[in-house]
Structures are given as C-alpha cells and as structure tokens.
C-alpha cells in the first residue's frame, strides 16, 4: 500500500527531489523572540505508487498559533552554474547542475496539495510572524497531511508536532544597514512597462516593501543610472532620477521624480539611501550615462566615450553633486544618504580613483563617502574613508581597526566563507549573522537584489529558468527574490536564511545589552573547535540551532 511520509525540519535543510528523507534532520522543538519570523519545513514524500485518480492530500495546521502562520511551497529551479569552474570548496550539497530548491510560492491550503512522483521528496515552508508580538509561552503546532491512494480505501492523516516556546522579549530593530542593489530597469523590462509610468512606480513601490520584508534598510537610489554591471560601449535601460537641463553653457536640475522616489522608499520602510556611482565601474576611468534636455532636445550627454576626468565632466558633476546636496539637506534626509564615486576599483585604479574622488570631494565633506574595495591601500592613502571589503579580503581591514566597517559578498566569495549560493547548506548564509556580530560590522552590502539580466546586462533573463544570469554566476548570487506574476516578489530560501542570519544578529545584540559583547562572543564561540573568523566556522546545522537555543536562553534569564 503507497505511503506519504513526513518530517518536519529545520529552515536550513535543502530538500533536493532525489533526497532521502530520513537523512533529513528532524525538529520537534524551537524558541523564538515574540516579534520574530519563525520558520520551520515539513518535508513529504510517497513511498509507493498511487492509483492515477488519487494524487492529492489536505493539509491542516492545528495550533492556537494557526492565524499567525503562513505556508508556502518550496520549489525546485534550474541551476546551470552551481559554484565557479574549479572550486574546491567541500561545504556545498552538490556541485553539479540540476534541479535545485529555492522559490518559495505561496499554498493556498483551502485547496488540495498535489503528492509527488514516487521517491520524489517535496518541502513546504511555514513562517511564524506577528510584528506586534505573540504573547509568551508554549504553543504546539501540528501540521496534518490527509490523503487516500487507492479508490476505497479510507483516509490516511500523517501529522508531526512542533512546540514553539515564545521568549518573553522583543527583538530590538535592525541596526546593521543592509543594501542589496535594487534594479529599478529589471523590474521594467521583466514587466513590460514603460520606465516610471504608474505602472513602473507601483511595482518599485511592491519591490521596495519586499526588499524591506528581506532586512533591507538601504535603497540604491539612481540618481543617475547607475554605471554597474553595463558592458563597455553599452547602455542599460535610463532610470535617471534627476531631470537634467543644459541651456546656454549652464546646468539645471528638478528632482520631481527623485522626490517620489524617496517619499516612496521611506513609506516602504526604508531608513538610508546609496547615491548611485558617480563614476563607471572598475577603476572610475568613465562617466555613467547621463541623459540631458539641451537646448530642447533629450540626448545623452555623456557615458562610455566621455573620459571621467575630461573638463567637461568635471564641470557637470561638480554642478550636479553641489546642487543635489543641497536638494537632499532640504529634504531632511542627506545625513541618511551614502555616496559612492565607482565600484570595486583594484590596485592598479588607485590614483585615477584618487582623481575622480577629489573632483567632489570638497562637495561632500561631512557627508559618507564609501565603496566597495578591497585593497587596504585605498584606506591607508586616505583615499576612501568608508571602505567596503570583500569578506575574503578583510583581514587587513579588521587587524587594522578600521572604525565603522562595512562587508560586502558577491561572485567571488565562493571557497571558505559565508556566501547564498543555492548550492551552498542553508546554515552556511545563516552564520554570517554571528560573523557580523563580533566583528562589530555596521554594514552589509550585496549587489543583487532583483538582477534579472544577462552579465553587463546585454539582454534580459527569465529568473525561473535561468537562476545564473546566462552563466553569469553561481545560482543565488544575482537575485533574491523572483518576480511574481500579480507585480509583487515572490521570495527565496535563500533570502530567507540570510534573513535569519540577520535576525540572530538583533537577538546577539539584545543579549549584549544584558551580558556585554565580550561575553556574548564567548557563547558564540563556546562549541567552535577554534575562534570564529569570516573563513573560520563550525559547519553544521546543529551548531546554529544549538546556538540560537543558547541565545535566546540566556535572554530569557
């Protein structure tokens, strides 16, 4: 007689259809803060074959938790480019192309739940949530999945419980400012519509809620558009906030559209705005894209063919950046904004760097000043004074004690460290919460939002088909979230574990509020074979979870 199988697990496991559920670690018991996002899986899958009529079974969430849980379905999507060509990097599920399980879709559990295939093991997500705060104590949550697989035969329900202890604490806000570059362009093109109609402007405002929902608190804001990942000679689509006007030898700018945007951003719960790049990618040697109305006429006025440190470029962005100061402090919000001059420039940029930074440099004095770099000699020089290094790269940076550090990860973090890749174990994104913790990092920068293009953006890509940008990077590393076809995101397991991994660092810093931060870092490191670095870390899923109990344990004191 076919058989459904469960087991409910913790929100780091993977579920690959060609998985084994008993090796699947099980969870019969977890705490959480009262504000908290919980989450927990139940994995499924039919041992036998099921008569071609019975193919559904009900699900049903007994507790009196039941108003506050939402479920989804964990989706499997292609992954062409699990990890880069030649890593040797043992800490990753598979590194072969396949089927992996990321997209999670929302269930409707009114209705019946497709069973899968036979052997094919299958996931749903459920997320435990009240912002306002669930009430302290012990509440058991049992999920039931009730089928029949045969004509005649009587219903079968399968249930597992989980008891959710509700600590007596709030979690504190997000103080670490988190960026995830937001791709106003790929929302566009994805969606078919014309750039800042109404149409465009509510999708940015949907967009911009979900970044929120991921524990992002800065928004690239493209003052001009912004100058990342566009291949030489080529030019993606405009999302120029600023209204340009050259008339008689003299610059103008209106800020209606820029205005919008950050009245919009703030009402989605957005706290800090990242300036977009005032100069091209990798090395500052260009201008970005700049579309004016001169004498009448819309054109660009400058971009690839236009030299970052000709005259002419000079005058404008001296004009733009002191006007644009100007405009952000009557706003109220120029204290909140960061600048940046260009991304990622290598040792052999520093003095054309060291130019175009000193081209504005005097305009923005007072004002942040940061990049991602990863060559300490840019800060030795004075050149940068918020430097953000990779997490491969910033030992020099932290033996240093460069004050306010910032992190970044991307493409190239792909052997020992933190990383979201999908082939990676959910507890290795996870980690990184600890990592920023005692390292007193203050902010965390990724370049991928909603990155639905092809490398230097040559043409756009279906992110349900193609999770690696055309063999771009590995899978997970260019976009967190999936369009939904209602114009609002569809979110990821791995956004989610970076979440958490973002929600462990609020309960570390509640819990230094009570034992201090020495002594909160000596729990951290208390089962670790060694000191915790950004290379350094246990593995297991066991180690977060048990450290997690730990946390909340002794806040709870």
């Known amino acids: 007689m076919p058989e459904l199988k469960i087991k409910l697990m913790p929100s780091t496991e993977k579920c690959f259809l060609d998985d084994d559920i008993a090796k699947k670690q099980s969870l019969s018991e977890i705490s959480m803060l009262k504000n908290e996002r919980l989450s927990f899986q139940l994995a499924y899958i039919l041992d036998g074959t099921p008569s071609p009529n019975h193919k559904y079974c009900n699900i049903k969430i007994d507790s009196p938790l039941a108003d506050k849980i939402s479920a989804f379905k964990v989706e499997s999507v292609p992954v062409t480019m699990p990890t880069l060509a030649g890593c040797t990097d043992t800490d990753y599920l598979r590194m072969t192309p396949g089927l992996y399980p990321d997209l999670l879709t929302p269930l409707n559990m009114v209705l019946p739940l497709p069973i899968p295939g036979a052997g094919r093991l299958h996931a749903l997500l459920f997320t435990v949530e009240d912002v306002n705060g669930i009430a302290a104590g012990e509440y058991p949550v049992t999920v039931s999945l009730t089928y029949t697989l045969a004509a005649g035969a009587e219903p079968v329900t399968v249930s597992e419980t989980l008891n959710v202890t509700v600590i007596d604490a709030m979690l504190p806000e997000q103080e670490l400012i988190h960026t995830q570059w937001f791709h106003n362009d790929c929302i566009a093109t994805y969606y078919g519509c014309e750039i800042f109609s109404e149409r465009h402007w509510e999708l940015i405002g949907n967009y911009m809620e979900a970044a929120a929902r991921c524990g992002i608190n800065m928004i690239l804001t493209p003052v001009l558009t912004p100058p ?133 440099a005097d305009l923005l004095e007072g004002v942040t000043i940061m990049d991602a770099l990863s060559d300490y000699r840019f800060y030795e020089a004075g050149v940068v004074p918020f430097p953000i290094p990779c997490t491969t790269k910033i030992e020099p940076f932290l033996e240093n004690n460069v004050p306010d550090l910032w992190t970044y990860y991307c493409i190239g973090q792909h052997t020992d460290v933190s990383n979201r890749f999908l082939a990676m174990p959910g507890q290795r994104t996870r980690v990184l919460g600890s990592q920023l913790f005692k390292y007193n990092i203050k902010g965390f920068l990724q370049w991928a939002f909603n990155f639905w293009y092809s490398q230097y953006s040559y043409h756009p890509v279906n992110p349900f088909s193609d999770t690696c940008g055309d063999y771009f990077s590995p899978a997970g590393d260019t976009f967190s979230v999936y369009p939904g076809p209602d114009g609002k995101a569809l979110y990821s397991l791995h956004a989610l574990h970076f979440y958490e991994a973002l929600q462990d660092l609020r309960a570390l810093r509640l819990l230094e509020t009570k034992i201090g931060h020495d002594a909160v870092v000596a729990l951290i490191e208390e089962d670790c074979a060694e000191p915790m670095t950004f290379r350094s870390y246990p593995r297991s899923q066991e180690y977060l979870l048990s450290l997690r109990e730990r946390i909340n344990a002794a806040i709870a004191l």
């Open 228 to 360: 990342l990942d566009t291949g030489v000679g080529h030019e993606r689509p405009t999302v120029q906030l600023v209204d340009v006007t050259l008339s008689d030898g003299k610059y103008s700018f209106s800020y209606e559209k820029l205005d919008r945007y950050i009245k919009l951003a703030l009402s989605k719960g957005m706290k800090y705005f990242e300036i977009s790049h005032l100069f091209s990618q990798w090395g500052a040697k260009f201008a970005p894209k700049v579309m004016a109305t001169v004498d009448g006429e819309y054109k660009r006025i400058f971009g690839w063919d236009t030299s970052g440190t000709c005259e002419e470029y000079r005058t404008f962005v001296r004009a733009f950046v002191a006007a644009l100061t100007e405009h952000l402090r009557s706003l109220g919000v120029l204290d909140k904004c960061s600048f940046h001059i260009s991304d990622e420039p290598n040792e052999a940029d520093l003095e054309g760097y060291a130019t175009a930074k000193n081209t504005v």
